[in-house]
């Protein structure tokens, strides 16, 4: 069987690299990627949520770009925004406009999530009338900062595109993507830290978190999605004339691109989705702080550690393969219902693929090490059980397990009985040397118990030179099926000593007789013994009468088979037998029939591949 610390090793390396020294090692960033792909799965099993009302987002879309397909000349002419609004780029004073609409309308801050680095394509005159329109809410006008990794000649360069306008802090629109090119993240504390320190103060924080800066934590914040492009509160930038009264009071506005033409499209769990609506989740997130989190380093060292003491507690105790598959397939359950729960509830992610793999590694090695014992305990078992019951018999047993092979209990039941033993063996066993006398014993035994098998019976037990066996328990073919079957191997026995006696007689050796008892009749089958030790057998009266009938064939040497008028009753015109009258047998309260066995009538059904019997 596996040795112990084998499994536990299987079971304890994803616990050990699912901890945060492991996170960046090729081990750690793989388990990284399973719980990625895990959390895409729980979006899309939890499904769309209704979006909160702020922030709202002020959208650059298609209709906007493609006004003059929608609005007349003279429409357009009656309004100095729709008359400025084209296709892209946009004056940047047509979107300080946009913004400071917002902000006259009560907006508690506006953010752009359009990079103003580079100065306008419309002139100078053109950033200056942007500047101006925003000045009066400076503070509350938040601009993007762009973040670029640009590797040359094997040197990693950071450059930060900072904007052009004195207005409010800008903000950074980088966001945290997975291998799969999934937004999954704003950076947190540790990630600004590391990667702007090179760089004039001041550092722009994230964009999401210039909404609440005191939300900003040392690990990133995971993107709580509402649900796919859409979701979230929207107005058409053209349509920001016509917007309900009150729509933009103490609420966050969000102003970006949301047209695919335009690009600047992420992937996220619901599909793709633009820059512009990724960056109001993670504003989203921050102010009703539902942002996914990860457990910290501690706890989840702490979890990692309990999870993996309760695994190897559990799955050391069951005794089977079985058992440890179905602790492992709970375990995982277990791990997937708890994570699943918390991100749900607590939008708390835990290291999924380390809580699965556990159990699945240690428990599926540990079964695969009972499973090899197992398989050979079988073997074995099979190799021992050949040598007492029929093949067809243990073929039934072994797909069909019941009580009566492993409960001590009996059931009532019905079945032939056959007792063999040797006659006047005692002198002879006493002449020989216990080496030869094992030997001759064996190969008795073994043309006994050949013809006991091939005819499907079950036997018993040898008691020194005896031999008892049953057809028809623990399973009966039925009556007639079973004493035929009987009767066959009894003479199939008889037959088999006289080629045992023919191959003594060439050793200068004694031949050997036996006496052999039939009889049918109702028994109590089962197991006897102790809690340590269980023995099928069969007792009752009946099996008295067979042993009875073996002894009285002492009285008649010429007829080594005696079989009752029971067991006679059931094969009518079957048998060829010589009657010896009714015998008193000590234990059996009348008289029994008793009738010597010499062979079988020529047309008596012989037995076929299923043993069930076939006319000759």
């Not at 536990?8 to 719980?35: E, I, S």
């Not at 084209?86 to 309308?105: V, Y």
């Not at 820059?275 to 102010?287: C, I, P």
């Not at 749900?344 to 590694?361: K, S």
Request: net charge neutral.
């Amino acid at each position: 069987m596996t040795r112990p610390r084998v499994w536990w090793l299987a079971l304890a390396v994803p616990l050990v690299v699912a901890l945060p020294a492991f996170r960046f090692t090729p081990p750690g960033a793989a388990l990284a990627r399973l719980d990625g792909q895990a959390r895409g799965q729980f979006f899309r099993w939890r499904g769309p949520r209704t979006a909160p009302a702020d922030p709202l987002i002020l959208a650059i879309d298609g209709e906007s770009l493609r006004l003059a397909d929608l609005l007349g000349t003279d429409e357009r002419q009656a309004s100095p925004l729709w008359r400025r609004m084209g296709p892209w780029p946009w004056p940047r004073a047509l979107q300080a406009e946009l913004a400071a609409t917002a902000l006259r309308g009560g907006a508690r801050r506006v953010m752009i999530n359009i990079e103003y680095s580079q100065p306008s394509r419309y002139g100078p005159a053109d950033d200056a009338a942007a500047q101006a329109l925003l000045t009066p809410w400076r503070q509350r006008v938040h601009l993007a900062t762009g973040y670029a990794l640009e590797r040359r000649q094997g040197l990693e360069q950071i450059k930060l595109r900072r904007p052009l306008l004195a207005l409010g802090p800008s903000g950074l629109t980088t966001l945290l993507q997975s291998e799969a090119g999934v937004a999954e993240a704003v950076p947190g504390r540790r990630w600004w830290r590391e990667q702007l320190a090179g760089f004039a103060l001041p550092h722009p924080l994230p964009m999401a978190f210039l909404a609440r800066p005191d939300a900003l934590e040392e690990e990133p914040l995971g993107l709580n999605y509402r649900g796919p492009a859409g979701t979230l509160p929207s107005l058409s930038a053209w349509r920001i004339q016509q917007a309900p009264t009150g729509i933009w009071k103490n609420r966050t506005v969000v102003i970006g691109a949301t047209a695919p033409e335009l690009g600047d499209q992420l992937e996220t769990p619901f599909g793709a989705m633009s820059g512009s609506e990724v960056l109001a989740t993670a504003v989203g997130n921050v102010l009703a702080e539902d942002g996914l989190r990860s457990a910290s380093g501690p706890a989840t060292g702490l979890l990692l550690l309990l999870w993996g003491g309760g695994a190897l507690t559990l799955l050391a105790r069951p005794s089977s393969a079985l058992g440890t598959v179905a602790v492992a397939v709970a375990l995982m359950a277990a791990g997937l219902g708890l994570t699943y729960g918390l991100w749900l509830w607590a939008q708390l992610d835990l290291p999924l693929a380390a809580l699965l793999l556990a159990p699945l590694l240690g428990g599926g090695l540990r079964a695969a090490g009972q499973a090899r014992q197992e398989l050979r305990e079988r073997a074995y078992l099979h190799q021992v059980l050949s040598h007492r019951i029929s093949p067809t018999l243990l073929h039934d047993i072994l797909r069909n397990p019941a009580p009566i092979w492993n409960q001590a209990a009996g059931v009532r039941c019905r079945c032939v009985l056959l007792f063999s033993d040797l006659v006047d063996f005692t002198p002879l066993s006493a002449s020989l040397e216990p080496a030869e006398l094992f030997d001759l014993l064996n190969r008795y035994f073994e043309v006994m118990a050949a013809a006991v098998l091939s005819e499907q019976g079950l036997l018993d037990k040898f008691i020194g030179d005896a031999v008892m066996a049953e057809f028809g328990v623990p399973r009966s073919r039925g009556d007639q099926i079973e004493a035929r079957a009987a009767v066959r191997a009894a003479l199939a026995m008889q037959r088999g000593l006289q080629t045992l006696n023919r191959a003594l007689a060439e050793k200068n050796r004694p031949p050997l007789r036996h006496g052999i008892g039939l009889h049918v009749g109702e028994v109590i089958a089962g197991n006897l013994g102790s809690s340590q030790r269980l023995e099928f057998t069969v007792v009752g009266a009946s099996v008295n009468v067979a042993s009875r009938l073996e002894g009285l064939t002492r009285r008649y040497p010429q007829h080594p088979i005696l079989i009752s008028g029971d067991l006679l009753a059931l094969l009518p015109g079957e048998l060829v037998v010589e009657p010896l009258g009714p015998h008193p047998l000590k234990g059996w309260p009348d008289p029994l029939r008793v009738f010597a066995l010499q062979g079988l009538e020529p047309e008596a059904p012989v037995a076929d591949e299923s043993g069930a019997g076939a006319p000759l």
